[in-house]
T-cell receptor, first 114, second 113 residues
Framework: DTEVTQTPKHLVMGMTNKKSLKCEQH?????MYWYKQKAKKPPELMFV???????INESVPSRFSPECPNSSLLNLHLHALQPEDSALYLC?????????????FGPGTRLTVL | GQQVMQIPQYQHVQEGEDFTTYCNSS?????IQWYKQRPGGHPVFLIQ?????EVKKQKRLTFQFGEAKKNSSLHITATQTTDVGTYFC?????????????FGKGTLLTVNP
């Protein structure tokens, strides 16, 4: 299984809602990533988990809260988002974080904040 | 931090024409990776180049890594409509004890049938 799955595919939420994005991989990868992608822009790294520990936080606002319950799962908890947070949220995984590892991306969650 | 620049931003070609996108890094890279993102899709890994001056081919796609390991190119021969998408180059950057990928801004290729 060389797939990264993400749920939901689409999410519409109000600024006072709390929601969660989920990501799963069964490739035995030990690194998992959250990216944010705006239209016509490259993916923008948010968080990196290595061996289930948060290793990189790219100064992301606290309204985004990542969680890695186990080596196969990655969640992104959302609270009190702003309309400018509307974007495609991509999860990715790689065997490790050596710099030589390709990343496998999931199909993404398209988030709209009203 | 490391910067990865990519040109052109957009390229529109007639089907059958060739296409090239160029990538330049502000620092020497241990390797460079290329990804393709179809419209409405997600980035998909294409290839990794590691050695100075390396050239790799995948059917009509030719990837090159510069001698100084600071630049790279992707050339598509005789484009087809299936080549439509955004092509990103990405280089690893060390942050703490982990590497992250720094992506170029991408080149959007459109092909007129």
């Amino acid at each position: 299984d060389t797939e990264v799955t993400q749920t939901p595919k689409h999410l519409v939420m109000g600024m006072t809602n709390k929601k969660s994005l989920k990501c799963e991989q069964h490739m035995g990868h030990r690194a998992m990533y959250w990216y944010k992608q705006k239209a016509k822009k490259p993916p923008e790294l948010m968080f990196v988990y290595s061996y289930e520990k948060l290793s990189i936080n790219e100064s992301v606002p606290s309204r985004f809260s990542p969680e890695c319950p186990n080596s196969s799962l990655l969640n992104l908890h959302l609270h009190a988002l702003q309309p400018e947070d509307s974007a495609l949220y991509l999860c990715a995984s790689s065997p490790g974080t050596s710099g030589y590892n390709e990343q496998f991306f999931g199909p993404g969650t398209r988030l709209t904040v009203l | 931090g490391q910067q990865v620049m990519q040109i052109p931003q957009y390229q529109h070609v007639q089907e059958g024409e060739d296409f090239t996108t160029y990538c330049n890094s502000s620092t020497t890279l241990s390797n460079i990776q290329w990804y393709k993102q179809r419209p409405g899709g997600h980035p998909v890994f294409l290839i990794q180049l590691v050695k100075s001056g390396e050239v790799k081919k995948q059917k009509r796609l030719t990837f090159q890594f510069g001698e100084a390991k600071k630049n790279s190119s992707l050339h598509i021969t005789a484009t087809q409509t299936t080549d439509v998408g955004t092509y990103f180059c990405a280089g690893p950057e060390l942050e703490g004890s982990n590497y992250k990928l720094t992506f170029g801004k991408g080149t959007l290729l459109t092909v007129n049938p």
